[in-house]
């Protein structure tokens, strides 16, 4: 049986399991599920430990094999400029559906005044990280890192990143014979990192089916009470970013069969769904590109890691919705040139906030800010939302994932790869 079927089957039972326990209020069944939960965690723990070996190895072996430094300029500004592109009409389909839906203005007026008086404590800490975010400037300097193993002991991804280009970079400078022993030790770091990723991958199944169980068990379908329409314009956009956007930009930028693209790319989704993590999610991300898409190391160590980082496609579209919503809710409605702003705001944002955590909130505060008048607190906005937020955080992740694959599919077409040599993905016609 398939990796992405078994998960499948684990999804759909942890999920019944939850809607189980929550609906029928099984408090020992409900226990039962918080308290495998931890095997989900530590199934997430076992994976991230792997992404800053696997991503620090890959990138100087990717680099190392350009041979031509200045493809590798080449390359970072394709995939910088189509993740800007994208994730500008990720939140520009987000407004699209906000304004058709009008989530904010279909509800009664007592579950209007009962949203209007959530607890704004809930998003005060967060307005306050907000607010100690760095600057643009800051974080341009951020990213060179003055001691690379502190980066590496961080995890600190931009500055990993960074340093290992730049290794990579000065190691296809040397003479091969001087080159080959590093080379080989990397080449090895990257080969037990895969070896790794292998055996943590058989314990998915059992990972998804906790943390799922958990999640529904905890929080059911009562928190899309008031909220339904918002979650259910949030996702309409999703669907419309994954089922328009990304097979158009398959079909006629990779010339790769979106079908075939998305039969090969549903394990990665899976995880990313369930995890909640671009990074968690981006060994197995790395491994589909170079196994299921045949795209080349030099393309996918230097795409992926970057996108996992800093393309947030499904969050912005999700941040386009919540700014309207709120808006909605509070002001009645946002005019043509604030969401303007919300589409300029976003699209920068999602780079300035890369290094951040909480990155997702983070540039939804910074929108909220900029797109709406001084007189609604953004912490009122951030906690009337937050009730669904971990919900809708799964489905954009996965969106972020697709969306990475999809960028490592056209950067690898520009570059003049076939993809999938040896593995026969379909072509599009």
Not at 35 to 63: C, H, K, N, Y
Not at 76 to 85: I, M, N, Q, S
Not at 201 to 206: D, F, G, I, Q, V
Not at 365 to 392: H, N, T, Y
Request: hydrophobic share 55%.
């Amino acid at each position: 049986m398939k990796l992405y079927t078994k998960i499948s089957i684990a999804l759909i039972l942890g999920g019944a399991a939850g809607l189980i326990a929550n609906i029928g209020e099984l408090e020992w069944l409900t226990d039962a599920l918080i308290f495998i939960e931890p095997i989900g965690r530590a199934w997430i723990r076992l994976i991230t430990m792997i992404v800053i070996p696997l991503v620090f190895a890959s990138l100087i072996m990717g680099t190392t094999g350009l041979g031509d430094i200045t493809k590798l300029g080449r390359i970072g500004g394709k995939t910088v400029a189509f993740y800007l592109c994208t994730t500008a009409i990720a939140v520009t389909i987000g407004l699209l559906v906000s304004n058709l839906i009008v989530p904010g203005s279909r509800i009664d007026e007592a579950t209007l005044a009962a949203l209007r008086n959530t607890d704004p404590s809930q998003g005060a800490a967060l307005v306050e990280l907000a607010a100690e975010r760095p600057s643009l400037m800051q974080l341009i300097l951020d990213m060179i890192p003055s001691n690379p193993i502190a980066a590496l002991a961080s995890g600190d991804m931009l500055p990993i990143i960074v340093f290992a280009i730049f290794f990579g970079a000065a190691l296809s400078a040397l003479p091969v014979e001087r080159r080959a022993g590093v080379v080989s030790f990397f080449d090895g770091v990257n080969e037990a990192a895969m070896v790794m990723i292998h055996w943590i991958m058989k314990l998915a199944p059992y990972a998804v089916f906790a943390l799922i169980g958990a999640v529904i068990a905890r929080f059911g379908l009562e928190v899309l009470n008031s909220l339904l329409l918002y979650a259910v314009t949030v996702v309409a956009g999703l669907i419309l970013h994954v089922t328009i956007t990304y097979p158009l930009a398959l079909r006629f930028l990779a010339r790769v069969n979106p079908m075939a693209f998305f039969r090969r790319v549903r394990a990665p989704q899976l995880i990313a769904f369930s995890t909640s993590s671009s990074n968690a999610t981006l060994p197995l991300t790395m491994e589909t590109a170079e196994d299921d898409l045949g795209i080349s190391t030099s393309v996918s160590s230097f795409v992926l890691p970057l996108g996992a980082t800093i393309n947030m496609d499904g969050t912005a579209l999700y941040q386009a919705v919540a700014t309207m919503f709120i808006a909605q809710i509070w002001v009645g409605d946002i005019s043509l040139v604030g969401q303007l702003t919300i589409v300029l705001t976003a699209t920068l944002a999602s780079i300035g906030a890369a290094g951040v955590p909480s990155a997702g909130i983070i540039i939804l505060i910074v929108v909220l800010q900029q797109a709406l008048p001084p007189s609604v607190d953004p912490a009122a906005g951030i906690a009337l939302i937050l009730g669904v937020d971990r919900i809708l955080d799964m489905i954009r992740t996965a969106v972020n994932v697709t969306g990475d694959l999809t960028t490592a599919s056209v950067v690898a077409h520009s570059e003049g790869e076939s993809l999938a040599p040896g593995v026969s993905i379909d072509r599009a016609a």
